[in-house]
């Protein structure tokens, strides 16, 4: 079975071909680059650039995946949550071919299209139950699963998401947008415990927008003091930085794992390409006998292929699919 994934939640305009779980094109283009100078994304150039590309992103999916347009049988589109006019132009287009080429669209929640990314290609096997962790620029969530059309958040962040809160940090720093990927690549562990920061966590859920001040705050006071941080002393913040809010994750997601007493976790969203947090939950697999299904790197940022994989299992499983009303949801 083919399934064409439309994913447009954000700044990411991406349009996947899958025949079954197996991904045979995948391409994104991003209008991140217009949104640099701003320090996140403007929902309206974000909206535009969608509707720029979205024609185009389509022909290079089939392309790619070397077949017709006919051959699709099944349209996964992101519904929510998300930017609203950027929903809507996703959602849209798929209504429109879902008529034009009478074949069934089914709407998608992002969030759980992302903790379904281990399963592309493969990679891990789906199995039930199990916990689905979302580290991304706009979520931070634990939910329970227990089966696909059974799913239940029990931890959330309080505030700002992880990766927003490495993208502030980053901007105030001097680093440019986006942050998370540049903290890990200034990570260094030596520098790990060299100040101590701390996040907010209660019970399964979680805030971080206290640790994003006290950097600031820190900087400000360092600052006021010697002069401008050298890049020397940044890594040592930002490491430290880094360290506790991988921490907290990993206590987290390790104590749910615990008091639901379910083995299996599986991870999605763009902070999960993060080395130090890789290499984090390879540690706490081996120690506490959890599995963490981890996706490819490739489908850890927003992408058209996590869309399809999920619309392709419950429509697989349910056969369920969305009517023409359906609308799109920022929340
Ligand atoms: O999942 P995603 O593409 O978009 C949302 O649904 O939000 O995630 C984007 C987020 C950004 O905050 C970005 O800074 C972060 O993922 N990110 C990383 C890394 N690569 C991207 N955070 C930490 N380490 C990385 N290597
Ligand atoms: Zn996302």
């Given at each position: ?172 720093y001097g680093l440019g947008y986006p942050g998370g990927k540049i903290i890990d690549q200034l990570f260094e562990p030596k520098y790990k415990k060299e100040f101590s920061f701390k996040c907010g966590k209660i019970g399964l859920n979680l805030s971080f927008s206290g ?121």
């Open positions: 079975m083919y399934t064409l994934g439309i994913e447009t939640s954000c700044d990411e305009t991406s349009v996947a071909v899958l025949k079954n779980l197996k991904v045979l094109s995948n391409i994104t283009i991003s209008s991140l680059k217009a949104h640099k100078k701003y320090g996140g994304v403007v929902p309206e150039i974000a909206n535009r650039a969608h509707l720029d590309n979205i024609d185009k992103v389509l022909s290079l999916a089939l392309e790619e995946a070397k077949i017709k347009i006919k051959s699709i049988d099944l349209i996964a589109v992101t519904y929510k949550p998300g930017l609203i006019g950027a929903l809507l132009v996703g959602l849209n287009f798929a209504k429109a071919l879902s008529v034009a080429l009478k074949v069934p669209f089914l709407g998608v929640n992002h969030l759980y299209a992302h903790f379904f990314s281990p399963f592309l290609n493969y990679k891990h096997r789906l199995k039930f139950p199990f916990l689905g962790l979302v580290v991304s620029g706009g979520h931070t969530s634990i939910y329970q699963v227990n089966k696909i059309d059974s799913i239940k958040t029990i931890g959330t962040t309080q505030d700002d998401a992880c990766g927003e809160t490495l993208d502030k940090v980053a901007v105030n640790i994003k001040t006290a950097l600031v705050y820190k900087k400000n006071e360092l600052e006021a003091k010697n002069g401008k941080l050298n890049l020397d002393f940044k890594k040592k913040l930002l490491s430290s930085f880094q360290f506790s809010l991988v921490e907290v994750i990993v206590k987290t997601i390790v104590e749910a794992s615990k008091t639901k007493k379910i083995k299996r976790v599986s991870c999605g969203g763009g902070v999960i390409a993060n080395s130090f947090l890789r290499y984090r939950l390879k540690q706490e697999q081996k120690k506490e006998s959890i599995d963490f299904l981890i996706p490819f790197l490739e489908y850890t940022q927003d992408n058209g292929a996590m869309v399809a994989g999920l619309g392709f299992y419950l429509y697989n499983k349910t056969r369920v699919t969305s009517s023409l009303n359906l609308g799109a949801e920022s929340n």
